[in-house]
Nanobody, 123 residues
């Protein structure tokens, strides 16, 4: 059974940093893209960042230059380093694994999802 578990969320002041981690189990995902999405209260889930099997990355404009996605294929994990956090980054953050080796930016192209971890940035 495939399982994705996020960790590392919490409360941080604006300008601070957090590092989210995603541990995948049940199968190996080294050949598939991994991504992070977020959903704020009352808003649609939105793309944050993605990384494919060859570590090519893509970011939402709103986080570019502040967030960094990475992966460790040997450990079947992904991480999202978030720096210079802003109150508008407050959301539940979800880790996901795509059904493709390419770099999808839409949630419909992701097959497996974690339960999410809350990130709250205070002003």
């Amino acid at each position: 059974q495939v399982q994705l578990v996020e960790s590392g969320g919490g409360l941080v002041q604006a300008g601070g940093s957090l590092r989210l981690s995603c541990a995948a189990s049940g199968r190996t995902f080294s050949n598939y893209a991994m991504g992070w999405f977020r959903q704020a209260p009352g808003k649609e889930r939105e793309f944050v960042a993605a990384i494919n099997w060859s570590r090519i990355t893509s970011y939402a404009d709103s986080v570019k230059g502040r967030f960094t996605i990475s992966r460790d294929n040997a450990k079947n994990t992904s991480a999202l380093q978030m720096n210079s956090l802003k109150p508008e980054d407050t959301a539940v953050y979800y880790c996901a694994v795509a059904a493709t080796a390419f770099l999808p930016l839409t949630s419909s192209n992701y097959k497996y999802w974690g339960q999410g971890t809350q990130v709250t940035v205070s002003s």
